[in-house]
């Protein structure tokens, strides 16, 4: 099996977090710890958008781990996999406003759904307010070893040469 990697590094994509709201982030935090409140007063769920197992699980799974030892609360990973984020947009956006739940999400649910699916009663981009890039995840694209491609631009041109007649399969969309 060969693999047609992405050109982009993981310090550009680090780049999507501008530093203005890095700096924002870091005096909400102080603010916050300053104010002393005792937070969480009990466990905090934590909603996932992929299946477990799945990149943004893992990503939640370490981020739960972590806050549960510097908070003394259960920080419980809840998955909510389907519709390329949405449901578990749907589901974040529908928890109470109390402090105790937060969200993993892909850029998906923020950048194209809007476009795929134009019919979701929600918009990510308005609705829900990003804190903190957690990640950066590079995705692969694989190939069988009898397909003639050694890019991506070659392997557009033949899958545009067998006319429909090859399938993809993805763990998203």
Same mark, same amino acid.
């Given at each position: ?14 780049? %999507? ?26 466990? &905090?769920?934590?909603? +996932? ?5 799945? +990149?943004?699980?893992?990503? $939640?799974?370490? &981020? $739960?781990? @972590?806050?549960?030892?510097? %908070? ?5 990973? @809840? ?10 947009? =749907? ?13 993993? =999400? ?25 804190? $903190? ?9 694989? &190939? ?9 631009? @070659? ?12 399938? %993809?399969?993805?763990? +998203?969309?």
């Amino acid at each position: 099996m060969r693999f047609l990697l992405p050109t982009v590094d993981s310090a550009s994509a680090a780049g %999507y977090v501008p530093r203005w709201l890095r700096i924002l982030l870091a005096l909400g935090t102080l603010a916050f710890v300053m104010q002393g409140h005792a937070w969480p007063e009990r466990p &905090v769920r934590v909603i +996932a958008t992929s299946p477990p197992g799945g +990149a943004v699980d893992l990503l $939640a799974r370490i &981020v $739960a781990d @972590e806050f549960a030892k510097e %908070y003394g609360q259960p920080f419980v990973v @809840e998955n909510r996999p389907g519709a390329n984020g949405n449901i578990g947009v =749907a589901a974040a956006l529908q928890a109470s406003a109390d402090g105790h739940m937060l969200f993993v =999400a892909p850029p998906g649910p923020f950048s194209i759904n809007a476009q795929l699916m134009p019919s979701t009663r929600f918009d990510a981009r308005a609705d829900i307010a990003p804190i $903190a890039l957690l990640g950066v995840s590079p995705l692969v694209l694989a &190939v069988h070893p009898s397909v003639p491609a050694a890019n991506l631009r @070659e392997l557009i041109a033949w899958l545009k040469a067998q006319h429909g007649r090859v399938s %993809y399969a993805s763990q +998203a969309v």
